[in-house]
Structures are given as C-alpha cells and as structure tokens.
C-alpha cells in the first residue's frame, strides 16, 4: 500500500513538472527571445538614451588625451583631523577650477601627531607633489591650501612637460619620472 501510495505521489508530481514545462515552452515561443516586455523595452530605449556619448543637449564625449585611467579628476581624502578636513576642503575648492588638478587624481593624506600638529602631503599615484606640516589652528589650513595648489599645479605642469618631451618605448610613463 505504501509504495502503491509513493508511485501515486510520484506520477502526480510528474505530471504538475510536465505541465509547468509545457507552460513555460509555450510562453516563450509566443515572445521572441529578444523581445522585452513593453515597460521593460521603454525602459531599455532610456537608459541607452542616456548612455549615448552625443546628443541634442550637448557635444560627443572626447576621448581621454591625458593617457591616464579612465576616472580623473577625483580628490581622495585620507585626512583624519579637523585641521586635515578644513585644508581638505580648502584645497578642493580651490583646486575645482584649476584644469590641471581637475584632471588629475590625487590623493591628500595626512598623519596627525599630539605635539607637532599634522603632516599633510599631497599624491598623485607614487608622487608625492606638495608635503607640510599643519598646526591643529583650523585658521592656518586655507593659506596652506593656496600655497599647496600652486605648488602641485607647478609640479604637475612640470610632469606633463616633461613626459610630453621624454619618449622611450622601453620605459613605461611612472618608470621615466
């Protein structure tokens, strides 16, 4: 009786797969195997809109000429301190309409010390452009931050200078510096 019961149980359950199979081949020969759903396709049509490189609001997408990644102009904060965010903050300001920097990703760190203040120093990948020593005195922090986006436009317009001017096919850009 019991095994006359498990056979029951296992036919039922192959006719349910079965039927559900059918079902579902059914269905996806009604609709093409590209085809997306109505909202789904309107949806599709927007996001390629916006993934377009031109179009009526503005000009084609220009092709990266610094050779670099393709993500510049990012600011990374690795400041820990009060003092270390205002020149944070100081340096991004004044940095944000400087075409050299804007183009460029650098990294501002710093490492706070209890008696002399923090040093602060500016990178770009493995180097180091501008490097100081910030009292806690949040007041000193945007002077400083002036001088440091003079000094890194300087240094970086001297490194773009000089890789425009040096070729070696031998050497990779960050082994000729």
């Given at each position: 009786m019991l095994s006359l019961y498990r056979l029951f149980i296992g036919m039922f359950?192959?006719?349910?797969w079965l039927t559900?199979?059918?079902?579902?081949a059914e269905e996806s020969s009604?609709?093409?195997?590209n085809a997306l759903p109505a909202n789904a396709q309107s949806e599709q049509e927007a996001i390629d809109a916006i993934n377009?490189?031109?179009?009526?609001?503005g000009p084609e997408v220009l092709a990266n000429t610094n050779g670099g990644s393709e993500l510049t102009g990012v600011l990374?904060?690795?400041t820990i301190t009060m003092a270390g965010k205002t020149?944070?903050?100081?340096?991004?300001?004044?940095?944000?309409d400087n075409p050299l920097i804007g183009n460029a990703t650098i990294t501002i760190q710093e490492?706070?010390?209890?008696?002399w203040g923090s040093q602060l120093w500016i990178m770009e990948g493995n180097r180091m452009y501008f490097r100081t020593q910030l009292s806690p005195r949040i007041s000193e922090a945007d002077r400083v931050a002036g001088d440091a986006v003079q000094i890194v436009e300087e240094a970086l317009l001297?490194?773009?200078?000089?890789?425009a001017l040096t070729s070696d096919k031998d050497l990779g850009k960050e082994e000729l510096n």
């Open positions: 359950t192959m006719a349910a559900s199979t059918a079902a579902l009604a609709q093409p195997d377009k490189l031109s179009s009526p609001d990374v904060d690795r020149f944070y903050r100081a340096f991004s300001q004044l940095a944000m490492r706070p010390d209890a008696r001297q490194q773009r200078l000089t890789a």
